[in-house]
């Protein structure tokens, strides 16, 4: 009989992000699929009432926060001091939570804490016969694993965006709120402030449908035997913005700045997609200039449709890793996706 | 720094020479048999500086009598080390030519149609020939199959963890320092430069590091034995003018492959008749196949990619690799210029070894054990100068380390194999009558052909198609290639007859693929390139171009102006550029145009 | 203000990116296919983490470093002689499996008591590094438990910055969601980060530093501890690799209008 605990903060303006609502998906269809077992919400944030009140409705038979100043900033310290106190108080044994962050940064912790496990990372989860498998990739999403614990509390942190989202309306929920006392120790960090990229170069939009990435060849010599890094950061940042794409990039490419060599002036690390970057989630990903090598296409794992600009008929694109490789120069197309994207679509 | 010992390159020599040193520096409780002179109290302090990224990354697969490794390690057990295994059973075949595309001259036409004339009284089936008998010279019979990668890894890990001996990866040497015809260490290889080697962020020029013995093992087209030759000369008569590139595939074969571990298959007929192939069996349905392309065959569109591949899809290996997966992939250069390229093998503060100093046995094709060995007699020599408090002089080690060569078996197989390939100069069949002359009579009788240097040897491609591709036709296709950036010798192979490659993204794959997925080349940035074009005026006047067809990673491929262009990225480092260029440089009849320096990066697959 | 500061990197090995890797099922539960055979390298964040701390340890007099890795400890003498000459540190080798199939909070148990047996160790001076995630299991927890087991109250994961501020507090930049950083100080160590890249390009091979660092790394490898994991808690029921291959449509003779129009097509649908 497992009490499932649906693990969330809020946001700062005290709702639930997404993520909270997809972990509520899937506590509520793990929960209809085991004998006995129940749900309880629990919520840390500096205000917690209307988080709750958004999810009422999902069956939950308890509903518990820790809430206060001290609980708005994401901190491992406070984090951590509520996160324990929520899972003694629901005495869970599985504790479902979204992938944030800030949850990533603080529940492995927490799990030693309780003497529990945890897993992170997880795409999938199901029921049968009583027994729960989780699934997660392996070695840079190039192998896919499914896994079972005997251990309680297990702790299983849910990537965002894997699971469908929790739908029901609001109501007042009765929310039990447990009382931490933060001791000084947990206040040795102060959370200063968000650095957001400034606004032209906001060029990650993990929301996205399309996420555009940019190879090196963007930055190589052209067919006249110059580079035209400046037109190419024109292009790209066009067509970044009459898309609204998320920008990625390969890693050679935002290598070639820690070479002090010409580059795009808006990249940085964060951008890298692949086997030492990110593997974002896209409906649709398109390549401009990139080879489509392995350690670069492992971060594409979860970008649905895939199609690629590249001059090389053989390159990795071909190898089964596009839907569709066009091979041509992605100078000229780019500029030509701009103009049309620029006009508006027919009715 | 100063050391005691710099080694350059970690090959078979270098690892035969650190295993025997490295033995005896300490005693029992740990305290210095030999006290080090720059840092006195310890062992000597042994430095080897090796260029791949990864121990065993720039050899190759090998088939070895062990004579040598076994004289090491007298206990060797192959189970002990990945996809080692005992020579179990050998076979030589005559590949017939199935396509019709092969170019062969008069007398193997003959020969061809003599066998399928009597094929009802021979054993031909599946296009070949397995003859019933060959030669004892030929025969590795107790020896071992094994992948060079994972020997090195082995050895590699033992020697370093006796803590004696320091093998840095991904550090290439540039050049030995040399004082007053001295060599007195070695200079490394310049970071944070451009391709053209100009500093620029992160800037580190080349450390210097003095040592006492510099012992050069780097190999057959290595850095710095081209720069001690050009510094000291070469014995007189000695010259390196043959070469050959080998190029394989490690695969998985089919779960119902017939082929027992240890079986060892040496081909040679086809896909050209200069063209020779090899096929071991490794433990678990592993097997490492390849071609060799030698610089006497002497064609200007020699590639070894493309003929590899022919040669694999032969009915009589296809029947054995359908249904196989790549594992692997590289190529290296051999110096098949055996005793007859041996350079001066020590001078005041430097001694050579491997086969860099002309070890290669070029009649039995075998290289490994030979090169090991010329390691252990260098060691022994050290360690008996070392303890004699003896400075390591042109003449002490000529007095230990040649004289210990020249009284080995290593020196009296060297001669009889040293002219043996000579009768290949003039032609295959001549080639081969002059092997088995020299192989039966000990050496004493062999077919003359002085060895030319390589440039002399390539024909233009007009001559070379003359008669079945027009000069108007084969510079439309150059045009067309040149303007797709891609080398000419698929067009012309194909024009010539010979089919498609059926690609099935399993072994039949394209050549970047190779790259990509057998051999995992790759290159870190921040460092020169190592392939350079001496006289650009020289690259725009040849009509071959060569160094692009026979490019082993498609590193080498058209450029502005009629220079090529070199891409660090792809380079395996197997060198076959440097002997693969039809200009002799001017004012150095046995230089050509192509520089091969020190770099990084390469292969990164230790089953090679 | 002037600290010096006692920096532990954890960081194992992973195979070189390049390589093909398999799943197989051995008596011990998954594995790499030939994963002896496979070349590895030093997991790229701990890397960065590496350097990112021989950075801050420059810049503070009389800091030191050490890297604890558990490893094959034939595969870390290997990794060793390609790291070694990056930047200075003392190793500290435990003989033991790399494998992305272990289970985070084990590792991180004998990572710790590692880390306890450092002489001298002062939790005032001590930042904790690694990757925040590995290459291998990907977990993103290792380093959490670690800091857990040593009763570090002050983590960051994601970690792209440290500073120094003057008053000797630490000014640390974490990716979180959206592209963002979320800045945060801690007023001092012990702290424990977990390194995304950093801002620092790899460090190039300083042969003195390797011969140097060579000194304690070969005996440490050389008495490196073989150490056991129960794997009892996870149990694996599948490990697989996923069809990866599409059929790739390969559009060669299209005009740059004609494909631009499909793309934008395809954009909008």
């Not at chain 3, 069809?243 to 005009?255: A, F």
């Amino acid at each position: 009989m497992e009490t499932i605990l649906l693990l969330a903060h809020t946001e700062p303006d005290g709702t639930l992000a997404k993520s909270a609502f997809e972990i509520l998906g899937a506590a509520t269809s793990l929960n209809s699929s085991l004998a006995g077992s129940k749900i309880i919400a629990g919520l840390v944030g500096e205000t917690v009432q209307s988080a709750a009140d958004s999810i009422a409705k999902c069956g939950a038979v308890k509903f518990l926060g820790v809430a206060g100043a001290d609980f708005a900033p994401s901190r491992y310290a406070s984090d951590a001091a509520a996160a324990e106190a929520i899972c003694r108080a629901a005495n869970a044994s599985l504790i479902l939570a979204p992938a944030t962050a800030r949850w990533n940064r603080v529940l492995p912790a927490v799990a030693q804490r309780l003497g529990g496990h945890a897993d992170t990372h997880i795409t999938g989860i199901e029921a049968s016969n009583g027994s729960i498998s989780v699934n997660r990739w392996y070695y840079r999403q190039r192998m896919e694993a499914s896994l079972q614990r005997k251990g309680r509390p297990w702790f299983i942190l849910l990537e965002p965006g894997s699971q469908p989202a929790w739908g029901g309306e609001r109501a007042p929920a009765k929310m039990e709120t447990i009382n931490v006392n933060l001791p000084e120790t947990c206040k040795r960090t102060t959370v200063v402030g968000l650095r957001e990229p400034t606004a032209d170069a906001q060029t990650i939009r993990p929301d996205a449908d399309l996420l555009l990435v940019a190879g090196a060849g963007w930055t190589k010599k052209q067919a006249d035997g110059q580079p035209h890094v400046k037109e190419a950061e024109k292009l790209i940042l066009g067509c970044l913005k009459l898309a609204r794409a998320s920008l990625g990039s390969s890693k050679s490419l935002v290598d070639l700045s820690g070479e002090g060599q010409a580059t795009l002036s808006f990249l940085t690390h964060l951008n890298q997609i692949g086997q030492t970057g990110s593997t974002p989630r896209h409906a649709k990903g398109l390549a401009t200039c990139c080879h489509g090598e392995e350690p670069h296409t492992v971060g594409w794992r979860f970008v649905n449709e895939r199609r690629a600009i590249n001059l090389d008929p053989g390159c990795g694109w071909a190898r089964g890793k596009a839907d569709v490789l066009y091979v041509a120069d992605a100078f000229t197309v780019v500029a030509k996706v701009n103009e049309l994207l620029a006009e508006k679509p027919a009715a | 720094m100063d050391v005691d010992i710099v080694c350059v390159g970690f090959g078979p020599a270098t690892a035969g020479f650190l295993t025997t040193l490295s033995r005896q520096l300490l005693k029992a409780d740990g305290t210095p048999a030999i006290e080090s002179t720059v840092t006195p109290g310890m062992p000597p302090q042994i430095l080897c500086y090796e260029r791949a990224d990864d121990l065993g990354f720039g050899v190759s697969g090998v088939v070895t009598r062990a004579r040598g490794l076994r004289e090491t390690f007298p206990d060797l057990d192959p189970k002990q080390i990945p996809m080692a295994a005992l020579v179990a059973e050998e076979k030589v075949v005559y590949l017939l030519d199935p396509i019709g595309a092969s170019r062969r001259s008069w007398t193997v036409r003959a020969a061809d149609a003599c066998l399928r004339a009597f094929k009802g009284l021979l054993p031909l089936k599946n296009d070949a020939l397995e003859l019933p008998w060959s030669p004892a010279f030929l025969h590795k019979t107790g020896g071992l199959v094994l992948s060079m990668g994972q020997f090195m890894q082995w050895v590699g890990a033992q020697i370093q963890s006796t803590g004696t001996v320091q093998i840095w990866l991904g550090t290439p040497v540039s050049e030995a320092l040399i004082e007053d015809r001295n060599v007195v260490g070695v200079r490394l290889l310049d970071q944070g430069v451009d391709k053209q080697g100009k500093p620029g962020e992160g800037f580190m020029p080349g450390m210097d590091i003095h040592a006492a013995l510099t012992v050069l093992g780097d190999g057959p087209v290595g850095p710095v034995g081209q720069q001690i030759d050009a510094q000291f000369g070469t014995p007189e008569n000695h010259h390196s003018r043959d070469w050959a590139v080998g190029m394989k595939f490690v695969v998985d074969l089919p779960e119902n492959t017939p082929l027992k571990p240890g079986t060892v298959l040496h081909t040679f007929g086809f896909p050209e008749p200069e063209i020779f192939g090899f096929f071991y069996v490794q433990p678990d349905r592993i097997a490492s196949l390849g071609i060799f392309v030698p610089s006497w065959f002497d064609s200007p569109m020699r590639t070894s990619y493309r003929y590899l591949q022919h040669w694999m899809l032969h009915p009589y290996l296809w029947r054995y690799l359908e249904g196989s997966k790549l594992r692997s992939w590289g190529a290296k250069t051999l110096g098949e210029s055996g005793r007859r390229g041996e350079p001066h093998l020590a001078g005041n503060g430097y001694a050579r070894i491997g086969e860099g100093s002309g070890s290669t046995n070029v009649l039995t094709g075998s290289g490994i054990d030979e090169a090991w060995t010329t390691g252990t007699q260098l060691a022994e020599s050290v360690l008996e100068l070392l303890k004699a408090g003896k400075a390591f002089t042109k003449e002490n080690l000529e007095q230990s380390y040649v004289s210990r060569r020249r009284t080995s078996w290593l020196e009296s197989e060297a001669r009889v194999a040293e002219k043996s390939r000579d009768g290949f100069q003039k032609g295959f069949v001549r080639g081969m009558v002059g092997m088995a002359l020299a192989g039966l009579t000990n050496g004493r009788l062999a077919l003359n052909g002085e060895p030319v240097p390589p440039y002399q040897r390539i024909p233009t491609l007009e001559e070379y198609y003359r008669g079945r591709i027009s000069p108007e036709e084969i510079d439309q296709l150059g045009k067309e290639c040149r303007i797709k950036g891609v080398s000419l010798h698929s067009a012309l192979m194909q024009r010539c007859g010979w089919p498609a490659i059926p690609y099935d993204g399993k072994l039949l794959v394209s050549h970047q693929d190779a790259l990509l997925l057998g051999g995992k080349v790759q290159a870190p940035p921040g460092y020169a390139d190592h392939v350079v074009f001496l006289y650009p005026e020289l690259c725009q006047k040849c009509g071959t171009k060569i160094c692009i067809e026979l490019c082993s990673g498609q590193a080498i491929a058209p450029g502005q102006g009629g220079v090529p262009a070199f891409d660090r990225e792809k380079c395996v480092h197997c060198g076959a550029c440097y002997w693969n260029c039809s200009q002799s440089v001017p004012g150095n009849p046995e230089r050509m145009n192509i520089a091969f320096r020190a770099g990084t990066g390469g292969l990164h697959s230790a089953e090679n | 203000m002037n600290t010096a500061y006692q920096i532990v990197v954890c960081g194992s090995i992973v195979p070189d990116p390049l390589q093909t890797l398999e799943p197989v099922t051995g008596p011990a539960g998954p594995a790499l296919k030939n994963e002896m055979m496979l070349p590895a390298v030093l997991d790229p964040w701990a890397s960065h983490a590496l350097y990112e701390a021989a950075n801050f340890a420059k810049h503070s007099a009389g800091s030191k470093v050490w890297l604890v890795s558990l490893g094959p400890k034939a595969k870390l003498q290997q990794v060793m002689m390609t790291v070694a000459q990056k930047v200075p540190f003392e190793l500290i080798a435990l003989d033991g499996p790399a494998s992305g199939f272990t289970d985070a909070a084990e590792v991180a148990a004998l990572l710790t008591e590692a880390i306890q047996s450092i002489p001298g160790l002062d939790k005032a001076k001590l930042l904790v590094f690694g990757g925040w995630e590995s290459a291998s299991r990907g977990a993103g927890a290792t380093m959490q438990i670690v800091g857990e087991r040593l009763g570090i109250l002050d983590q960051f994961q994601g970690v792209d910055e440290l500073k120094l501020n003057p008053d000797g507090s630490l000014e640390i930049l974490e990716r979180i969601e959206g592209g963002k950083h979320q800045v945060s100080r801690c007023v001092s160590p012990p702290a424990l980060l977990g390194w995304a890249t950093g801002n620092l390009p790899e460090p190039k091979n300083n042969p003195q530093v390797g011969m140097v660092n060579m000194r304690t790394a070969m005996p440490a490898l050389q008495k490196a501890k073989p150490v056991k994991l129960a794997g009892e808690s996870l149990t694996f029921k599948s490990v697989s690799l996923p069809k990866q291959l599409r059929e790739t449509k390969i559009v060669k003779d299209k005009s740059a209008d004609d494909i631009a129009r499909e793309i934008v097509e395809w954009i909008r649908k």
